[in-house]
């Protein structure tokens, strides 16, 4: 089975304007994402993120490269390439003098989406606009354009849903409602996601597989999981059974006695075992009342891969 995303060698150069210079937005990239899953696009402010989501989208050209949405190839078969992807871009782009209703009947025109196969309702339903159908774009709030913007993506039902960072600035009520948007939308269309975001852990709860792309290269591509385990720091928390009267010193672990009573193991563990922290923790003289591992964080991995402070 073809990939949902299949793109090789892509590069972008945005030519020179008067006063800027030429830049290098992508640098050959090669990206897979496969069918079904929950895709996340991570990278600093600048790594061109955006510019890939909109040449999917058909709003950037690429330099050269080649792209595949659903087994279609973007130049070989724009149309089908282009039916295949609905995009969220990052820039509110509305016309403020549309309802939704009309938006979502004018972009279901634009993809040639027949009068009786139009889902306007219930896409406003999804979205939680129903109530707002027929009042005008400039007189919505914010969040609810965020949510048009998600509907107008939706209305040719496409394999491929794209959001670039539809979650920057929006509250945590809007940042739920979205998410679960996207779930839902995965689960019962069984609709590929692919998105980006600023905020790790969001990636972390929500995608089963991330790329990191940094300068216009991918640096890193592998399932959560995985890049998860691949830092190599862990912390074994233990609750003592009693208040330790001396904190252990022990070979290659670093020890914390935290405010809440508990020690902190911390190793590496490509030099030392679980079982090994916790046979030097019971020969210590401390007896375990509970014992936990902290999870490493996307963010570690991220801040390794890309030796640069994300933006929260
Ligand atoms: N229209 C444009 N013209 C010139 N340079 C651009 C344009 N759009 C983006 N860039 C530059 O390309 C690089 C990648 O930008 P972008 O794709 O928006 O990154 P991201 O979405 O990861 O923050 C940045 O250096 C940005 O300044
Ligand atoms: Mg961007």
Not at 18 to 38: C, E, F, M, P, Y
Not at 41 to 66: D, E, H, M, Y
Not at 243 to 267: K, M
């Amino acid at each position: 089975m073809q990939p949902a995303l299949n793109i090789s060698k892509l590069h972008k150069t945005y030519t020179a304007s008067k006063g800027t210079a030429s830049k290098i937005a992508l640098n050959g990239v090669d990206l897979q994402v496969r069918r079904g899953s929950i895709f996340g696009l991570l990278g600093p402010n600048g790594a061109g993120k955006s510019t890939l989501i909109n040449i999917l989208a058909g709003l950037v050209r690429k330099s050269s490269g080649t792209v595949q949405i659903w087994g279609w190839d973007q130049d070989v078969n724009p149309r089908q390439s282009r039916a295949a992807i609905g995009v969220m871009p990052q820039e509110l782009n509305l016309d403020p003098f549309f309802s939704p209703a009309a938006a979502l009947e004018t972009q279901a025109g634009l993809y040639g989406v027949a009068r009786a196969d139009r889902q306007t309702a219930e896409i406003l339903e999804i979205v939680g606009l129903a109530d707002k159908a027929n009042a005008y774009a400039r007189t919505l709030s914010g969040g609810m354009r965020r949510r048009l913007l998600l509907a107008k993506a939706l209305v040719h039902n496409p394999h491929v849903l794209v959001l670039d960072e539809p979650t920057a600035g929006v509250d945590i009520e809007l940042r739920q409602m979205l998410w679960e948007n996207v779930r839902m939308l995965n689960r019962e269309r069984g609709m590929t996601v692919i998105l980006t975001t600023h905020y790790l852990e969001e990636a972390e709860e929500m995608c089963d597989e991330i790329a990191i792309i940094d300068n216009g290269q991918k640096i890193a591509q592998d399932s959560t999981t995985n890049l998860l385990d691949q830092l190599d720091g862990r912390v074994m928390v233990v609750q003592p059974s009693a208040a330790p009267t001396s904190i252990p010193t022990l070979p290659n672990i670093t020890v914390e006695h935290r405010t809440d009573g508990s020690l902190a193991f911390a190793y590496q563990a490509r030099q030392t075992s679980a079982d090994q922290v916790i046979d030097a923790v019971r020969q210590s003289g401390i007896g375990i009342a509970d014992i936990r591992t902290e999870q490493a964080r996307l963010e570690d991995v991220f801040l390794a891969l890309t030796a640069k402070r994300p933006i929260k």
